[in-house]
């Protein structure tokens, strides 16, 4: 099947809902969680590296607050008359994504959701 003439849509997931990458199977629950424990201070640290090799730097006590606590700092905004003290966070999204085709006219055949019975009961009584 040709990549070309699908689409990608964001979708909801549970933390019971399951993901494979190949032979690999986790739950959702799982993946978020590595995540967030990574985000702590590996990925903190890439970060700020990443950053002060683009010559943005941020002095903070521990890149590792980036993520949970947030970062001290001002902020003026467009049509502000002064600066506003506040706090920085990064924030990490795990989003995923399936794949549809945007051509319904192919001949395979699509499975009835449980829903289309209920829709077609309240278009019946609607129309």
Known sequence: MDTDNKKLNPIECNDNDVISFGEDTFKIEKVRTAVKKSSNQGLANQLKNLLNSQRVTIEAVSSSNW?????????LTLGATKWRKGKMKFKLSVE?????????TSSETTAESPLDDIRRKINEATS
């Not at 995923?96 to 319904?104: A, I, L, R, T």
């Open 96 to 104: 995923f994504y399936v794949e549809e085709e945007e051509d319904n």
């Open 67 to 75: 993520f949970q606590e947030g970062i001290d700092c001002e902020i």
